[in-house]
């Protein structure tokens, strides 16, 4: 049985602000050498020179070193870069606990693995659903996890190709799926999602034409990034599992489109907070830890029937319009704007939506 799970949010206030992190290990709410994993937002522009995440990757890791980690390079460390609109910087801390009031009930369980290496080439292509599948496998493993309709949220970072890396696949004789490098961030987080379902048994394996393009395959729970950080598949699952006690619990939902208040609140009863029929942000009492989401503009162009112009604004781009709209909605059902809100969905929840995870405190 792996050991139960304590997770808290803390703000980042600057672009290397890793002192939220410092007060949980101070306080003694969590040890350092504790620590599964972090996923955050930084305040960058989300693109594949948004260094936000890496110097966010560098507080973290240096504040883990100082208190005594034993191996801070090796913690996952998922960083969505862009707080568009009232999104908020703030990283989500995951670490296992000896100090957890037992439970018979489903409480939370995390799971951490890295992929094998992901390739130039194969980002974009079966190689690459297949390495993810694999190591979502693992995380499972790890998490305690048999059932995969136990698991309510994956999310991965994955490589996105770059000049350097281009290059490197020529140089080996190989070709790539694209040769545009910020294109390349949506196809790495589509092909990841595929990877995830798959592993899920959401969708069978799939065909090398149906990668980017059949967007009635996705998964529910699927939550991928993409950056210049890593060469591989870093793997955070979550999910419950009974018995192994703690005081949080995890469930999703999806939003059908970019204003379904309704999918965010599903995602939250589904964690296990009781709720009205017409809930307010009053109704959470400080119950909610946070809210993870994903979010893609529409192709059809139209919300609800309404034409909108994000895909034909030359000025500012799409991935970061619809992440502050969805980023509004989410922060008016929980009452705050620290909420992970990431783009590029394809693959991850229908088309023009995306998955909804939800982490509450029960007690």
Same mark, same amino acid.
């Given at each position: 049985?792996?050991?139960?799970?304590?997770?808290?949010?803390?703000?980042?206030?600057?672009?290397?602000?890793?002192?939220?992190?410092?007060?949980?290990?101070?306080?003694?709410?969590?040890?350092?050498?504790?620590?599964?994993?972090?996923?955050?937002?930084?305040?960058?522009?989300?693109?594949?020179?948004?260094?936000?995440?890496?110097?966010?990757?560098?507080?973290?890791?240096?504040?883990?070193?100082?208190?005594?980690?034993?191996?801070?390079?090796?913690?996952?460390?998922?960083?969505?870069?862009?707080?568009?609109?009232?999104?908020?910087?703030?990283?989500?801390?995951?670490?296992?606990?000896?100090?957890?009031?037992?439970?018979?009930?489903?409480?939370?369980?995390?799971?951490?693995?890295?992929?094998?290496?992901?390739?130039?080439?194969?980002?974009?292509?079966?190689?690459?659903?297949?390495?993810?599948?694999?190591?979502?496998?693992?995380?499972?493993?790890?998490?305690?996890?048999?059932?995969?309709?136990?698991?309510?949220?994956?999310?991965?970072?994955?490589?996105?190709?770059?000049?350097?890396?281009?290059?490197?696949?020529?140089?080996?004789?190989?070709?790539?799926?694209?040769?545009?490098?910020?294109?390349?961030?949506?196809?790495?987080?589509?092909?990841? =999602?595929? +990877? %995830?379902?798959? $592993?899920?048994?959401?969708?069978?394996? @799939?065909?090398? &034409?149906?990668? !980017?393009?059949?967007?009635?395959?996705?998964?529910?729970?699927?939550?991928?990034?993409?950056?210049?950080?890593?060469?591989?598949?870093?793997?955070?699952?979550?999910?419950?599992?009974?018995?192994?006690?703690?005081?949080?619990?995890?469930?999703?939902?999806?939003?059908?489109?970019?204003?379904? =208040?309704? +999918? %965010?609140?599903? $995602?939250?009863?589904?964690?296990?907070? @009781?709720?009205? &029929?017409?809930? !307010?942000?009053?109704?959470?009492?400080?119950?909610?830890?946070?809210?993870?989401?994903?979010?893609?503009?529409?192709?059809?162009?139209?919300?609800?029937?309404?034409?909108?112009?994000?895909?034909?604004?030359?000025?500012?781009?799409?991935?970061?319009?619809?992440?502050?709209?969805?980023?509004?909605?989410?922060?008016?059902?929980?009452?705050?704007?620290?909420?992970?809100?990431?783009?590029?969905?394809?693959?991850?929840?229908?088309?023009?939506?995306?998955?909804?995870?939800?982490?509450?405190?029960?007690?």
């Amino acid at each position: 049985m792996p050991d139960p799970i304590e997770v808290r949010k803390v703000p980042i206030e600057s672009v290397t602000d890793a002192s939220g992190l410092s007060r949980l290990i101070a306080d003694g709410v969590i040890e350092a050498g504790r620590v599964l994993a972090v996923i955050g937002k930084t305040e960058g522009n989300g693109g594949v020179n948004d260094y936000t995440r890496i110097l966010a990757d560098r507080a973290f890791r240096e504040v883990l070193a100082e208190h005594g980690h034993p191996s801070p390079e090796s913690v996952p460390l998922v960083w969505s870069g862009g707080t568009d609109g009232i999104l908020s910087p703030h990283a989500t801390v995951f670490a296992t606990t000896a100090d957890a009031p037992p439970s018979d009930e489903p409480r939370l369980s995390v799971g951490v693995a890295m992929s094998e290496v992901i390739l130039p080439e194969d980002i974009g292509r079966p190689a690459m659903v297949e390495k993810v599948a694999a190591g979502v496998r693992e995380a499972m493993k790890i998490a305690g996890i048999d059932d995969p309709r136990d698991v309510h949220y994956v999310q991965s970072k994955t490589p996105l190709l770059t000049l350097a890396t281009i290059t490197d696949a020529r140089s080996r004789g190989q070709d790539t799926a694209i040769e545009e490098t910020g294109p390349s961030m949506d196809l790495s987080n589509s092909t990841t =999602a595929l +990877g %995830i379902a798959v $592993a899920l048994g959401e969708i069978d394996m @799939p065909r090398a &034409d149906q990668i !980017h393009k059949d967007l009635s395959l996705y998964s529910s729970v699927a939550s991928c990034s993409s950056g210049v950080e890593l060469d591989r598949a870093q793997i955070v699952l979550v999910g419950n599992v009974r018995g192994i006690g703690g005081r949080y619990r995890i469930g999703h939902s999806v939003m059908k489109d970019a204003l379904d =208040a309704d +999918g %965010i609140w599903e $995602a939250i009863r589904n964690s296990g907070l @009781p709720l009205p &029929d017409r809930p !307010h942000p009053s109704d959470l009492g400080g119950r909610l830890v946070n809210v993870f989401m994903k979010c893609e503009a529409d192709p059809s162009g139209r919300v609800r029937g309404r034409r909108n112009i994000m895909l034909d604004d030359s000025d500012v781009h799409w991935h970061r319009q619809i992440k502050a709209a969805v980023g509004g909605v989410a922060a008016s059902v929980t009452g705050d704007p620290a909420v992970f809100v990431s783009v590029a969905a394809v693959h991850q929840g229908p088309s023009g939506g995306g998955p909804v995870a939800a982490i509450s405190d029960l007690g």
